[in-house]
């Protein structure tokens, strides 16, 4: 007799895949034992079943390299727990370049894998054929090998799962679909189903392909969509003897293994095919789409080049299932801002096996703790805007996306498709002028400034590669003119947050580490931290009036803040959180003419005494007004220019028509990245993050230690300060200045390796590439630690000599800005 339903419960997890199972099963094991999981058919029915099941260990990220470690040790050991086996091998795996830019991309992976020290070796092609006989090596510079990488068998790791997670009391359902959801006060409170309503405090939903349709049953944007994804299977192969390790042949678009005597042979080609779900049976479970050999053939050439014996194989299927994707490769965890308890689990960009182990671990401590493990932002849904759920604009990216997997990781690569979501009002001006855009959070942003005649639509690409970037020299003249002359940055992409009410004060001193209880008129700089003193966002609080307040935050993560601070908000507390970010432009007029520019165009007193840094009022500026805030991000005298977005146009114009007297010039991101690195400012996500405290990020000074007032994270710093720190953010400068690293090298002194790299950019005022990355002390006090020893960048698996200082390589003193 099958069993009934609960009528509640604390979480129901949505969905039987892998990420639906892990989910489960830890939850159950952190003590969420009456647990439910709803599955629509049978366990794995969607595209668990017919995964490849490759474990690969290195990610892009440290966080995300430590979930799929947290797979591979747990898939490792389930069998010993549960009886049930899941398949593991321990094979490794193999990555090959057949040119120079896939071998220093390999290199550059292989450094990245030393930092988080994973077991990563470089082969020369006749060493890799040793590993994988078939393959050809003769057109191969080299190879890197992962010792450690694995696989699994996907339905018996589910089964492994679900077995763990119900012998601790949690219930799995299958055949019961998900037809609605309840809610109340702005969070989830049942799930409804025909077999009945189970009412729950948290719901986490992990249904792969369908988890954008049932997010919009309860009004939660999922940005996902689906495309085909291939691989061949073939009859046993001579020669395939035991396993090998998983080959990626990624200049072929490439990854192959053995597969029960013959090889599996799957491809993420660059002309993907998109999936609208609407075409697939109600019923698709355990289903395949057709076979496409016109499409595959492509892949399948490549793939006889590189394993010759594929030409005389026998075939047993081409197989197509669908799996689900999103706008920038990353796969959607966490909690909805747009529902209280709603929790995602999915998108997972093919990786679901890899990932959804610690993913799972991961997401059943958000949902019983609040707050993720560690930090998880790159996977975290709030860095997605709800326009990214548009279905005109996943149907253009996904395909793109999935084209890139396997993409040479160049510095620069910026999305072709669903571009011009959101653009400032200066952006035809900007473009007329030669600008290269990027896109962040869909804004439309200048990178660089090629000059008139060369705007964006009539000229190719940019050459990109790992040296010295093609935009070396406009950028070098940007910088000059923000260090020499003037600057104009079109930040318009800045979130912005309006905090008002009438406990807008009280809430904001609770909940940011620097004083924000000033004036009208003064801007403070701050962190809003976690419990642990880890920093949830780094932003500016302008004190407008008594009850209101605006908080200038990164461009992708205004959705972030406005959650998180949301969240935190005391129920007593009158205080509301409006997003504005579109409401405003933003010019920031940097370098030391910027006064004698804009002085040129007002009648207020711009001068040190009246305006000083970290001020901000209202001016006229020619025929606009605009609130004016004395901040720098480059380390030179400037203000941010704010102004209602009907009259950017006018102002742009006006400051370009009277800034040609004092050498202005537009600058764009580049230029910005270099110049704060070179000046030391941290940068949110970089420098700074969940993870990361004032103490070791050297901004102590930014908090309200020295005072006895309270706010989120002060009692883990005083345990820190007196603890003593364990790292400590560093300036370091390249000695070779034809280095350009770009962030997550490897850092050393003596011989071993002690930090990472954060932030990396050319220094042109400098002359060299510099950076920023924590190191780790190992019970010394900072100062005595930098001022002994020798220390190095690893950059593609080669040591280089860096000097390091805590102090930032220009303008430590920040005298520049205060000028």
Same mark, same amino acid.
């Given at each position: 007799m099958s069993q009934a339903l609960p009528q509640s419960t604390r979480v129901v997890v949505i969905g039987g895949g892998v990420m639906g199972c892990s989910t489960l099963y830890h939850l159950a094991q952190a003590g969420?034992?009456?647990?439910?999981?709803?599955?629509?058919?049978?366990?794995?029915?969607?595209?668990?079943?017919?995964?490849?099941?490759?474990?690969?260990?290195?990610?892009?990220?440290?966080?995300?390299?430590?979930?799929?470690?947290?797979?591979?040790?747990?898939?490792?050991?389930?069998?010993?727990?549960?009886?049930?086996?899941?398949?593991?091998?321990?094979?490794?795996?193999?990555?090959?370049?057949?040119?120079?830019?896939?071998?220093?991309?390999?290199?550059?992976?292989?450094?990245?894998?030393?930092?988080?020290?994973?077991?990563?070796?470089?082969?020369?092609?006749?060493?890799?054929?040793?590993?994988?006989?078939?393959?050809?090596?003769?057109?191969?510079?080299?190879?890197?090998?992962a010792p450690d990488d694995g696989r699994v068998n996907p339905s018996d790791l589910c089964a492994a799962l679900a077995k763990g997670a119900k012998s601790r009391g949690a219930k799995v359902f299958e055949d019961t679909p998900v037809t609605g959801f309840e809610i109340e006060n702005g969070r989830i409170a049942g799930v409804r189903t025909a077999a009945g309503t189970i009412r729950c405090e948290a719901v986490v939903l992990c249904a792969g392909l369908w988890s954008r349709n049932i997010g919009a049953m309860a009004g939660v944007p999922v940005p996902l969509y689906a495309c085909e994804h291939f691989y061949l299977l073939t009859k046993p192969i001579p020669g395939i003897e035991g396993h090998l390790p998983t080959l990626g042949d990624h200049d072929g678009y490439l990854y192959m293994r053995d597969d029960v005597g013959g090889l599996l042979v799957g491809c993420f080609e660059p002309d993907a095919k998109p999936l609208p779900i609407e075409n697939l049976p109600e019923n698709f479970a355990f289903d395949l789409l057709n076979e496409d050999?016109?499409?595959?053939?492509?892949?399948?050439?490549?793939?006889?080049?590189?394993?010759?014996?594929?030409?005389?194989?026998?075939?047993?299927?081409?197989?197509?299932?669908?799996?689900?994707?999103?706008?920038?490769?990353?796969?959607?965890?966490?909690?909805?801002?747009?529902?209280?308890?709603?929790?995602?689990?999915?998108?997972?960009?093919?990786?679901?096996?890899?990932?959804?182990?610690?993913?799972?671990?991961?997401?059943?401590?958000?949902?019983?703790?609040?707050?993720?493990?560690?930090?998880?932002w790159s996977v975290d849904i709030r860095r997605m805007a709800p326009f990214m759920n548009n279905i005109r604009v996943l149907a253009e990216r996904i395909p793109e996306e999935l084209g890139l997997h396997y993409a040479i990781s160049y510095p620069g690569r910026t999305h072709a498709t669903a571009r011009g979501l959101r653009r400032g009002p200066a952006h035809d001006r900007l473009a007329a002028k030669g600008a290269w855009f990027g896109t962040r959070f869909g804004w439309e942003r200048a990178e660089w400034f090629a000059g008139p005649g060369n705007r964006e639509d009539t000229k190719g690409a940019p050459t990109l590669g790992f040296g010295r970037p093609s935009w070396h020299a406009e950028t070098a003249a940007e910088c000059r003119a923000a260090r020499e002359a003037v600057a104009l940055f079109d930040q318009t992409s800045f979130g912005k947050l309006l905090v008002q009410g009438p406990d807008a004060e009280s809430a904001l001193q609770r909940l940011c580490a620097a004083d924000t209880a000033v004036a009208p008129g003064r801007v403070v700089y701050t962190g809003l931290l976690n419990a642990r003193g880890g920093y949830e966002s780094d932003l500016t609080v302008t004190r407008l009036d008594e009850t209101r307040f605006m908080l200038v935050t990164g461009t992708a993560q205004p959705i972030r803040d406005r959650h998180w601070i949301r969240r935190n908000?005391?129920?007593?507390?009158?205080?509301?959180?409006?997003?504005?970010?579109?409401?405003?432009?933003?010019?920031?007029v940097m370098g030391p003419r910027a006064r004698d520019l804009l002085q040129s165009l007002t009648d207020a007193d711009l001068s040190n005494a009246a305006f000083p840094l970290f001020t901000a009022r209202a001016i006229a500026l020619g025929h606009a007004t605009v609130r004016a805030a004395r901040l720098s991000y480059v380390g030179e005298l400037g203000w941010e220019l704010y102004t209602p977005v009907e009259m950017a146009a006018g102002l742009y114009d006006t400051l370009f028509e009277a800034?040609?007297?004092?050498?202005?010039?537009?600058? =764009?991101?580049? /230029? &910005?990245?270099?110049? !704060?690195?070179?000046?030391?400012?941290?940068?949110?996500? #970089?420098? *700074?993050?969940? %993870?990361?405290?004032?103490?070791?990020?050297?901004?102590?000074?930014?908090?309200?230690?020295?005072?006895?007032?309270?706010?989120? =994270?002060?009692? /883990? &710093?005083?345990?820190? !300060?007196?603890?003593?720190?364990?790292?400590?953010?560093? #300036?370091? *400068?390249?000695? %070779?200045?034809?280095?350009?690293?770009?962030?997550?090298?490897?850092?050393?002194?003596?011989?071993?390796?002690?930090?990472?790299?954060?932030?990396? /950019?050319?220094?042109?005022?400098?002359?060299?590439?510099?950076?920023?990355?924590?190191?780790?002390?190992?019970?010394?006090?900072?100062?005595?630690?930098?001022?002994?020893?020798?220390?190095?960048?690893?950059?593609?698996?080669?040591?280089?000599?860096?000097?390091?200082?805590?102090?930032?390589?220009?303008?430590?003193?920040?005298?520049?800005?205060?000028?």
């Amino acid at each position: 007799m099958s069993q009934a339903l609960p009528q509640s419960t604390r979480v129901v997890v949505i969905g039987g895949g892998v990420m639906g199972c892990s989910t489960l099963y830890h939850l159950a094991q952190a003590g969420a034992a009456d647990a439910v999981l709803l599955e629509r058919d049978k366990l794995t029915s969607g595209t668990t079943w017919h995964s490849a099941a490759q474990v690969r260990r290195l990610r892009s990220s440290r966080s995300l390299t430590r979930l799929v470690s947290h797979s591979a040790e747990l898939y490792a050991g389930l069998e010993a727990e549960t009886g049930q086996s899941t398949g593991w091998l321990r094979t490794g795996s193999m990555g090959v370049a057949t040119n120079p830019d896939r071998w220093e991309h390999l290199r550059r992976q292989a450094s990245l894998a030393h930092a988080f020290g994973i077991d990563t070796r470089e082969m020369s092609g006749p060493e890799a054929g040793d590993l994988w006989p078939l393959m050809r090596t003769d057109d191969l510079i080299g190879a890197v090998f992962a010792p450690d990488d694995g696989r699994v068998n996907p339905s018996d790791l589910c089964a492994a799962l679900a077995k763990g997670a119900k012998s601790r009391g949690a219930k799995v359902f299958e055949d019961t679909p998900v037809t609605g959801f309840e809610i109340e006060n702005g969070r989830i409170a049942g799930v409804r189903t025909a077999a009945g309503t189970i009412r729950c405090e948290a719901v986490v939903l992990c249904a792969g392909l369908w988890s954008r349709n049932i997010g919009a049953m309860a009004g939660v944007p999922v940005p996902l969509y689906a495309c085909e994804h291939f691989y061949l299977l073939t009859k046993p192969i001579p020669g395939i003897e035991g396993h090998l390790p998983t080959l990626g042949d990624h200049d072929g678009y490439l990854y192959m293994r053995d597969d029960v005597g013959g090889l599996l042979v799957g491809c993420f080609e660059p002309d993907a095919k998109p999936l609208p779900i609407e075409n697939l049976p109600e019923n698709f479970a355990f289903d395949l789409l057709n076979e496409d050999w016109d499409h595959f053939e492509p892949m399948m050439l490549n793939a006889i080049r590189r394993i010759p014996a594929l030409e005389t194989a026998e075939v047993r299927m081409l197989l197509n299932g669908p799996e689900s994707f999103t706008p920038d490769g990353q796969f959607l965890l966490g909690e909805s801002p747009a529902l209280g308890g709603f929790f995602l689990g999915c998108g997972m960009n093919s990786v679901g096996v890899a990932s959804g182990g610690g993913a799972g671990h991961a997401l059943a401590h958000w949902v019983l703790e609040g707050e993720p493990p560690y930090d998880l932002w790159s996977v975290d849904i709030r860095r997605m805007a709800p326009f990214m759920n548009n279905i005109r604009v996943l149907a253009e990216r996904i395909p793109e996306e999935l084209g890139l997997h396997y993409a040479i990781s160049y510095p620069g690569r910026t999305h072709a498709t669903a571009r011009g979501l959101r653009r400032g009002p200066a952006h035809d001006r900007l473009a007329a002028k030669g600008a290269w855009f990027g896109t962040r959070f869909g804004w439309e942003r200048a990178e660089w400034f090629a000059g008139p005649g060369n705007r964006e639509d009539t000229k190719g690409a940019p050459t990109l590669g790992f040296g010295r970037p093609s935009w070396h020299a406009e950028t070098a003249a940007e910088c000059r003119a923000a260090r020499e002359a003037v600057a104009l940055f079109d930040q318009t992409s800045f979130g912005k947050l309006l905090v008002q009410g009438p406990d807008a004060e009280s809430a904001l001193q609770r909940l940011c580490a620097a004083d924000t209880a000033v004036a009208p008129g003064r801007v403070v700089y701050t962190g809003l931290l976690n419990a642990r003193g880890g920093y949830e966002s780094d932003l500016t609080v302008t004190r407008l009036d008594e009850t209101r307040f605006m908080l200038v935050t990164g461009t992708a993560q205004p959705i972030r803040d406005r959650h998180w601070i949301r969240r935190n908000l005391r129920p007593e507390e009158r205080v509301t959180v409006t997003d504005v970010s579109g409401a405003e432009a933003v010019f920031s007029v940097m370098g030391p003419r910027a006064r004698d520019l804009l002085q040129s165009l007002t009648d207020a007193d711009l001068s040190n005494a009246a305006f000083p840094l970290f001020t901000a009022r209202a001016i006229a500026l020619g025929h606009a007004t605009v609130r004016a805030a004395r901040l720098s991000y480059v380390g030179e005298l400037g203000w941010e220019l704010y102004t209602p977005v009907e009259m950017a146009a006018g102002l742009y114009d006006t400051l370009f028509e009277a800034g040609a007297a004092h050498g202005l010039r537009d600058a =764009g991101m580049q /230029a &910005l990245a270099s110049l !704060r690195i070179e000046k030391g400012f941290r940068a949110w996500g #970089h420098e *700074i993050g969940p %993870d990361d405290t004032p103490l070791e990020a050297g901004l102590a000074f930014a908090t309200k230690l020295k005072s006895d007032i309270d706010f989120l =994270g002060r009692d /883990a &710093l005083l345990r820190r !300060r007196k603890q003593g720190i364990a790292s400590r953010l560093v #300036h370091f *400068i390249c000695d %070779d200045t034809a280095l350009f690293p770009r962030g997550d090298e490897p850092l050393l002194k003596d011989g071993a390796i002690v930090g990472q790299v954060t932030s990396a /950019a050319f220094g042109h005022t400098v002359g060299r590439s510099c950076g920023m990355g924590y190191i780790r002390l190992d019970g010394a006090q900072p100062a005595e630690f930098v001022a002994s020893g020798r220390f190095e960048i690893e950059l593609a698996c080669t040591r280089h000599p860096i000097t390091v200082s805590l102090q930032a390589p220009y303008d430590p003193k920040g005298e520049r800005m205060r000028a």
